[in-house]
T-cell receptor, first 115, second 112 residues
Framework: DAGVIQSPRHEVTEMGQEVTLRCKPI?????LFWYRQTMMRGLELLIY????????DSGMPEDRFSAKMPNASFSTLKIQPSEPRDSAVYFC?????????????FGQGTRLTVV | RKEVEQDPGPFNVPEGATVAFNCTYS??????FFWYRQDCRKEPKLLMS???SGNEDGRFTAQLNRASQYISLLIRDSKLSDSATYLC?????????????FGQGTELSVKP
């Protein structure tokens, strides 16, 4: 299994531009999570999906952030317009509900820099 | 109050030392608990789950105290390769499915 795949690995963009981060979860997993990690705030849960349906988006910082999961094998996190304070590492993770609930597998992350 | 709080780091210890990390969580209904490890500039990876009766995996021992809402991780005979950030993770349950809440992490540096 290739694991959770994120793209791009690195993104540098100018303030005001739209940024789209992509994630392919592990096949068969029914939960998908988007996290943001910064030195100051650690790992923050932004949003998570179960069976492609958004369950909890209370961690999404503001309306500039949106996430979609059009099918079981793909999700996007979009920031429009981007701001320098959005600079962080964005991780996607997936898991399979069951007895070993919540063993989440993370992608390698997208390091976003907004200048 | 943060949902999951950990010891502030960093911990700097010599090889062979025993080191303990502590973590507290605020939601008394939480059901599942984990320790993740994150190497520098890498993604978090599951180290071990934490069971009510406590559990051991080689040099690593995890303990859970539900009454105090407290989780611990003990590393014995620490190795250079144990240097990483250790993240305490809680599934708050209550219909929240697979949601995971991470602590800020405690950095461990093992020196020769």
């Amino acid at each position: 299994d290739a694991g959770v795949i994120q793209s791009p690995r690195h993104e540098v963009t100018e303030m005001g531009q739209e940024v789209t981060l992509r994630c392919k979860p592990i096949s068969g997993h029914d939960y998908l999570f988007w996290y943001r990690q910064t030195m100051m705030r650690g790992l923050e849960l932004l949003i998570y999906f179960n069976n492609n349906v958004p369950i909890d988006d209370s961690g999404m910082p503001e309306d500039r952030f949106s996430a979609k999961m059009p099918n079981a094998s793909f999700s996007t996190l979009k920031i429009q317009p981007s701001e320098p304070r959005d600079s962080a590492v964005y991780f996607c993770a997936s898991s399979l509900e069951g007895r070993s609930l919540a063993r989440a597998f993370f992608g390698q992350g997208t390091r976003l820099t907004v200048v | 109050r943060k949902e999951v709080e950990q010891d502030p780091g960093p911990f700097n210890v010599p090889e062979g030392a025993t080191v303990a990390f502590n973590c507290t969580y605020s939601n008394s209904a939480s059901q599942s608990f984990f320790w993740y490890r994150q190497d520098c500039r890498k993604e978090p990876k599951l180290l071990m789950s934490v069971y009510s009766s406590g559990n051991e995996d080689g040099r690593f021992t995890a303990q859970l105290n539900r009454a105090s809402q407290y989780i611990s991780l003990l590393i014995r005979d620490s190795k250079l390769s144990d240097s990483a950030t250790y993240l305490c993770v809680v599934n708050p349950s209550e219909g929240q499915g697979g949601k995971l809440i991470f602590g800020q992490g405690t950095e461990l540096s093992v020196k020769p």
